[in-house]
């Protein structure tokens, strides 16, 4: 794919999760020293995301921005891919790219998670950059990478961003202001930056800030961006959930994704830690399975664990996804459509 992707990857502290606790605390009853190491639960689904990356992808070749607070966490990220075997290291470049926050806002660096605004910052990060897509790194990709590059070539003359819903906003109190059809998503963005830089202050977190305070103030980006292009939906493009399938999709208020199931999802998003915590058991057995998953495994052997691991889950009905419709094909189409091109 020409378009690169890019992910943000800071070695922060005090990271927080979306009820504003400290991390360590709102995951204190898990039990798990992972969940506590903010590094090392990161450095782990970079791993995985790279890994799924790679695995479900035929293209020779994928070119990643990483946009790191520091350039020692950059080197970090890079030996993620030692272990990986060459021929699918030599498929990888990975590119070293400050995070870009604007000045005299200092406190956009540490708000609600270490870094998280940076991605809307993207047009002036990346002023060589066309247009790119912007990925979590709590995201595993269960299919081709290679088919985001449709939102982008899906955007008619005037949309800058993709996104894909966020349901949560449904059942939050008090209401934030939404965009969309129930509220965006910022996990993916599509992002055609040479349009962003058209809107005031250059790039969309530019124009966020330009545009003035918010009420009620925004929790973090996302309430950020959803407030901003509530009134402007000439600017978005809304894709289902397929490109961005969180927990909070499976809610029966959630938009109806249709090409989940015909297609299989695409990217998988453990956001809020769902991917160590006891939010949804299948996001559970994916990652697990996906987490250990090693380049050369045989996607034959993979599927055959999936639709096991899944199908012993299929008893409980004490989590978002445990009423949804053909959810097991949704998450295995991917691999089921790899074991037809293994050889």
Same mark, same amino acid.
């Given at each position: 794919?020409?378009?690169?992707?890019?992910?943000?990857?800071?070695?922060? !502290?005090?990271?927080?999760?979306?009820?504003?606790?400290?991390?360590?605390?709102?995951?204190?009853?898990?039990?798990?020293?992972?969940? /506590?190491?903010?590094?090392?639960?990161?450095?782990?689904?970079?791993?995985? #995301?790279?890994?799924?990356?790679?695995?479900?992808?035929?293209?020779?070749? =994928?070119?990643?921005?990483?946009?790191?607070?520091?350039?020692?966490?950059?080197? !970090?990220?890079?030996?993620?891919?030692?272990?990986?075997?060459?021929?699918?290291?030599?498929?990888?470049?990975? *590119?070293?790219?400050?995070?870009?926050?604007?000045?005299?806002?200092?406190?956009?660096?540490?708000? =609600?998670?270490?870094?998280?605004?940076?991605?809307?910052?993207?047009?002036?990060?990346?002023?060589?950059?066309?247009?790119?897509?912007?990925?979590?790194?709590?995201?595993?990709?269960?299919?081709? +990478?290679? *088919?985001?590059? =449709?939102?982008?070539?899906?955007?008619?003359?005037? *949309?800058?961003?993709?996104?894909?819903?966020?349901?949560?906003?449904?059942?939050?109190?008090?209401?934030?202001?939404?965009?969309?059809?129930?509220?965006?998503?910022?996990?993916?963005?599509?992002?055609?930056?040479?349009?962003?830089? /058209?809107?005031?202050?250059?790039?969309?977190?530019?124009?966020i800030l330009k545009e003035g305070s918010f009420v009620p103030a925004p929790r973090h980006d996302q309430d950020a961006v959803n407030h901003y292009l509530a009134n402007?939906?000439?600017? #978005? *493009?809304?894709?289902?959930?397929? =490109?961005?399938?969180?927990?909070?999709?499976?809610?029966?208020?959630a938009p109806p994704c249709p090409d989940c199931v015909s297609e299989g999802i695409l990217l998988l998003h453990g956001a809020d830690a769902t991917f160590f915590r006891?939010?949804? /058991?299948?996001?559970?057995?994916?990652?697990?399975?996906?987490?250990?998953?090693?380049?050369?495994?045989?996607?034959?052997?993979? #599927?055959?664990?999936?639709? +096991?691991?899944?199908?012993?889950?299929d008893a409980w009905y004490d989590y978002p996804c445990s009423n949804y419709t053909n959810i097991n094909h949704a998450l295995t189409l991917g691999m089921i459509n790899?074991? !037809?091109?293994?050889?």
């Amino acid at each position: 794919m020409e378009v690169p992707l890019v992910m943000v990857v800071c070695d922060g !502290k005090g990271v927080n999760g979306s009820d504003g606790r400290p991390m360590e605390l709102a995951l204190s009853g898990v039990g798990s020293e992972m969940l /506590r190491g903010s590094w090392e639960r990161q450095a782990e689904q970079v791993t995985t #995301l790279l890994k799924t990356l790679l695995y479900f992808s035929s293209c020779s070749h =994928w070119r990643v921005i990483v946009l790191t607070d520091t350039f020692d966490t950059y080197l !970090k990220v890079v030996k993620i891919m030692d272990a990986f075997p060459s021929r699918h290291r030599r498929r990888l470049l990975l *590119q070293y790219r400050d995070v870009w926050l604007p000045s005299g806002y200092g406190n956009l660096k540490d708000h =609600w998670r270490t870094c998280v605004w940076a991605k809307q910052f993207l047009a002036e990060a990346l002023p060589q950059e066309d247009a790119v897509v912007y990925v979590d790194t709590d995201l595993v990709f269960l299919g081709p +990478a290679e *088919q985001l590059s =449709w939102l982008l070539r899906s955007m008619d003359d005037q *949309q800058v961003v993709a996104l894909a819903p966020e349901p949560q906003y449904l059942v939050e109190e008090p209401k934030y202001p939404s965009a969309g059809r129930v509220g965006l998503n910022t996990g993916v963005m599509a992002v055609n930056l040479t349009r962003l830089r /058209r809107l005031p202050g250059g790039g969309l977190g530019s124009a966020i800030l330009k545009e003035g305070s918010f009420v009620p103030a925004p929790r973090h980006d996302q309430d950020a961006v959803n407030h901003y292009l509530a009134n402007k939906p000439h600017l #978005l *493009q809304e894709v289902t959930a397929r =490109w961005n399938f969180l927990p909070s999709s499976c809610f029966t208020e959630a938009p109806p994704c249709p090409d989940c199931v015909s297609e299989g999802i695409l990217l998988l998003h453990g956001a809020d830690a769902t991917f160590f915590r006891h939010v949804d /058991r299948k996001y559970l057995v994916i990652y697990s399975l996906l987490a250990s998953l090693q380049l050369l495994d045989d996607p034959r052997s993979l #599927l055959a664990k999936a639709v +096991a691991s899944l199908a012993s889950t299929d008893a409980w009905y004490d989590y978002p996804c445990s009423n949804y419709t053909n959810i097991n094909h949704a998450l295995t189409l991917g691999m089921i459509n790899a074991t !037809k091109l293994y050889h």
